[in-house]
């Protein structure tokens, strides 16, 4: 039992340093229109959510 226990805490002490770590440059990965995603999340879930809630609430 005490093995299994270690082992867990090795692993997640392993991907937590593997997560933190940062070895890509985020312009690199940003090759996508911003401005264009955020309009449809604004226009498609939270204008409609938004509305909805407004609507049950009045």
Do not use: H, W
């Amino acid at each position: 039992m005490l093995y299994q226990k270690n082992t867990c805490f090795l692993l997640l002490i392993l991907f937590i340093v593997s997560a933190c770590s940062s070895s890509t440059n985020p312009d690199e990965t940003a090759n996508f229109d911003r401005a264009a995603m955020l309009e449809n999340y604004g226009n498609n879930i939270i204008v409609p959510a938004f509305e909805t809630a407004t609507n049950l609430c009045g």
